[in-house]
């Protein structure tokens, strides 16, 4: 039998008003104004690998909010104690994710000897950087001329060279993603940070537990890039919503931590549940909205999510 669990509860959270279609395009990564009081690296309980990336985990998560990752198989960066961002290994991948045509990504740098590179491993290409090992200054805008990922080289020799990253700036093409919502909730991922701060008629909410078949959900004001979440509209009314890109001026509050949804960005996603695991995913059965338990191997479409809990 299918497991059936009722969201009508979160309807009740929801104000009345208008959504804004105003949002800040420009999305800054800083590593100065915050920073730990002494110097943490990825590797000291702060590391998610996940594939070919490692990403920034735990407190300072939100520094980096699933947009800026680094290369599983060897690179060590640290938050510094003075501020900013630095791997004490010459030559370390350090990535900008899902970048979207027409997007603008500038890096501010300091150090001796301080030096950014472009590498050809990147997917996504600039129009200003041509070659591999192509010179990135500081306080430069580049392009995005194709989507993907964006990869730098970073140097460092002790005594020579020392790149201390101070922020990435990111100059989103996307002002907001329009969110098909159907039956008055969906769930969604995105590419890009959204900001749910001031949109009265859509409410976001992470999965932070599971109890005897039931969810337990958390209202966010700001959802990190490539997390699974839900959104839920004022009525409970089908409609296309708008969700505005954006992130928070306080680094705590562009993390989620404790999350059990999972997002798919990209092409339909094949999922192979784990033993031991089950999967569930919203929809709407005999009338009923809500979320069911789907088989252990499953599809989930693009910038869709799902749920993954121990049994």
């Given at each position: 039998?299918?497991t059936?669990?009722?969201?009508f509860?979160?309807?009740?959270?929801?104000?009345m008003?208008s959504?804004?279609?105003?949002?800040?395009?420009v999305l800054?990564?800083?590593?100065?104004?915050?920073?730990?009081?002494?110097?943490?690296?990825?590797?000291?309980?702060?590391?998610?690998?996940?594939?070919n990336?490692?990403?920034?985990?735990?407190?300072?998560?939100?520094?980096?909010?699933?947009?800026i990752?680094?290369?599983?198989a060897s690179?060590?960066?640290?938050?510094?104690?003075?501020?900013?961002?630095?791997?004490?290994h010459?030559?370390?991948k350090?990535?900008?994710?899902?970048?979207?045509?027409g997007?603008?990504?500038?890096?501010?740098y300091?150090?001796?000897?301080?030096?950014?590179?472009?590498?050809?491993?990147?997917?996504?290409?600039?129009?200003?950087l041509?070659?591999?090992?192509d010179?990135?200054?500081?306080?430069?805008?580049?392009?995005?001329?194709?989507?993907?990922n964006?990869?730098?080289?970073?140097k460092?020799?002790r005594g020579?060279?020392?790149?201390?990253?101070?922020?990435?700036?990111?100059?989103?093409?996307?002002?907001?993603?329009?969110?098909?919502?159907?039956n008055?909730?969906?769930?969604f991922?995105?590419?890009?940070?959204?900001?749910?701060?001031?949109?009265p008629?859509l409410?976001?909410?992470?999965?932070t537990?599971?109890?005897?078949?039931?969810?337990?959900?958390k209202?966010?004001?700001?959802?990190p890039s490539?997390?699974?979440?839900?959104?839920?509209?004022?009525g409970?009314t089908?409609?296309?919503?708008?969700?505005?890109?954006g992130?928070?001026s306080n680094?705590?509050?562009?993390?989620?931590?404790g999350?059990?949804?999972?997002?798919?960005?990209?092409?339909?996603a094949?999922?192979?549940?784990p033993?031991?695991?089950?999967?569930?995913?919203?929809?709407?059965?005999?009338?009923k909205?809500?979320?069911?338990?789907?088989?252990?191997?499953?599809?989930?479409?693009?910038?869709?999510?799902?749920?993954?809990?121990?049994?």
């Amino acid at each position: 039998m299918k497991t059936f669990i009722r969201l009508f509860t979160l309807m009740t959270l929801l104000l009345m008003g208008s959504v804004t279609m105003e949002a800040g395009k420009v999305l800054t990564y800083d590593f100065m104004t915050n920073h730990p009081s002494t110097t943490i690296r990825i590797d000291q309980g702060h590391k998610d690998v996940r594939g070919n990336y490692v990403y920034w985990t735990g407190e300072w998560a939100g520094l980096f909010g699933n947009k800026i990752a680094f290369d599983a198989a060897s690179a060590y960066p640290s938050l510094l104690s003075t501020g900013g961002l630095c791997d004490f290994h010459d030559h370390q991948k350090m990535y900008v994710l899902n970048l979207t045509p027409g997007d603008r990504v500038t890096f501010y740098y300091s150090g001796t000897g301080a030096a950014l590179q472009f590498h050809i491993s990147s997917t996504a290409r600039m129009a200003e950087l041509t070659a591999n090992f192509d010179p990135i200054a500081s306080g430069t805008a580049y392009t995005v001329t194709s989507a993907g990922n964006l990869c730098v080289l970073n140097k460092w020799k002790r005594g020579e060279a020392e790149t201390v990253i101070n922020r990435i700036v990111i100059e989103s093409i996307k002002e907001y993603e329009p969110v098909n919502v159907t039956n008055g909730m969906c769930t969604f991922c995105s590419t890009v940070p959204l900001d749910f701060s001031a949109t009265p008629t859509l409410k976001a909410f992470i999965a932070t537990g599971f109890d005897d078949g039931k969810f337990i959900f958390k209202q966010v004001k700001y959802v990190p890039s490539d997390t699974g979440f839900l959104i839920v509209s004022q009525g409970g009314t089908s409609s296309t919503a708008i969700a505005p890109v954006g992130r928070s001026s306080n680094y705590r509050e562009n993390a989620v931590t404790g999350n059990l949804f999972k997002g798919a960005l990209g092409d339909f996603a094949r999922i192979l549940v784990p033993d031991g695991q089950a999967a569930y995913m919203f929809g709407v059965s005999n009338g009923k909205v809500g979320i069911y338990r789907t088989a252990n191997i499953f599809t989930c479409a693009p910038n869709k999510a799902y749920l993954i809990v121990n049994e």
